[in-house]
């Protein structure tokens, strides 16, 4: 058990345990955000419109990779984050920055929602994810998104950069085929996600991301 934390031996400086709290607070702020967004373009929203894919594809339920898929991810990728802090303090920033720009798009674009979408169901991660209004704006995917940012930060460890591009490109075809996200959503989810990565990593949070290089 102790050699599982030993990266945290001598690795918390005053100074990083500063820029830890500070990153949850971020965290804290692009949540609430995300909410007001969701609530903003649900109330917002005007007619679905045509999409090339959707239109040719049936619907199939889902929800169990959607939901309770995403959430099992979430908690692999933390403890990933537990045992690997000197990924944490970058993680952190430039996931709650991933939010705060999706939220963004979000408010931006009110489309309504594509005929036949799946339902949710009523568990409680259903309800923590309806909460968390993670089903209300479309551009752009934050499924297909957040796993290839995870693939980004742990590029250089190849077992789980293999692992997270896997699980992206199976939510991406998960959410086109419950038809919960427009095509353009999930095609562009790689494009902005890598941009907002290159930008956290060479100007907003290039001293956590030194963290990272320093290790490998």
Same mark, same amino acid.
């Given at each position: 058990?102790?050699?599982?934390?030993?990266?945290?031996?001598?690795?918390?400086?005053?100074?990083?345990?500063?820029?830890?709290?500070?990153?949850?607070?971020?965290?804290?702020?692009?949540?609430?955000?995300?909410?007001?967004?969701? @609530?903003?373009?649900?109330?917002?929203? &005007? @007619?679905?419109?045509?999409?090339?894919?959707?239109? @040719?594809? =049936? $619907?199939?339920?889902?929800?169990?990779?959607?939901?309770?898929?995403?959430?099992?991810? $979430?908690? /692999?990728?933390?403890?990933?984050?537990?045992?690997?802090?000197?990924?944490?303090?970058?993680?952190?920033?430039?996931?709650?920055?991933?939010?705060?720009?999706?939220?963004?798009?979000?408010?931006? &674009?009110?489309?309504?929602?594509? =005929?036949?979408?799946?339902? %949710?169901?009523?568990?409680?991660?259903?309800?923590?994810?309806? %909460?968390? @209004? %993670?089903?209300?704006? !479309?551009?752009?995917?934050?499924? &297909?998104?957040?796993?290839?940012?995870?693939?980004? /930060?742990?590029?250089?460890?190849?077992?789980?950069?293999?692992? !997270?591009?896997?699980?992206?490109?199976? !939510?991406? +075809?998960?959410? %086109?085929?419950?038809?919960?996200?427009?095509?353009?959503?999930?095609? +562009?989810?790689?494009?902005?996600?890598?941009?907002?990565?290159?930008?956290?990593?060479?100007?907003?949070?290039?001293?956590?991301?030194?963290?990272?290089?320093?290790?490998?």
């Amino acid at each position: 058990m102790i050699k599982m934390f030993s990266e945290h031996e001598g690795f918390w400086t005053s100074e990083r345990k500063k820029s830890l709290y500070a990153g949850v607070l971020f965290l804290a702020v692009a949540l609430v955000a995300q909410r007001a967004a969701g @609530n903003y373009s649900a109330k917002s929203a &005007t @007619n679905f419109v045509g999409d090339m894919f959707l239109d @040719n594809i =049936p $619907t199939i339920d889902l929800d169990y990779i959607i939901v309770d898929g995403a959430f099992l991810v $979430t908690v /692999i990728g933390a403890i990933i984050l537990v045992l690997r802090p000197r990924y944490l303090l970058f993680s952190l920033k430039v996931v709650s920055f991933f939010i705060i720009v999706r939220s963004f798009f979000v408010s931006l &674009t009110h489309l309504g929602i594509y =005929p036949h979408q799946i339902t %949710l169901g009523t568990g409680i991660l259903d309800q923590i994810y309806t %909460l968390l @209004n %993670l089903q209300d704006g !479309f551009f752009f995917s934050g499924h &297909t998104g957040l796993t290839f940012l995870a693939a980004l /930060i742990f590029w250089d460890i190849k077992f789980w950069r293999y692992f !997270f591009l896997t699980v992206s490109f199976l !939510f991406g +075809a998960a959410v %086109l085929l419950a038809h919960v996200h427009y095509s353009i959503d999930v095609f +562009a989810a790689p494009f902005m996600t890598y941009a907002i990565f290159k930008f956290c990593e060479q100007e907003l949070f290039r001293k956590d991301y030194a963290l990272i290089k320093e290790r490998t």
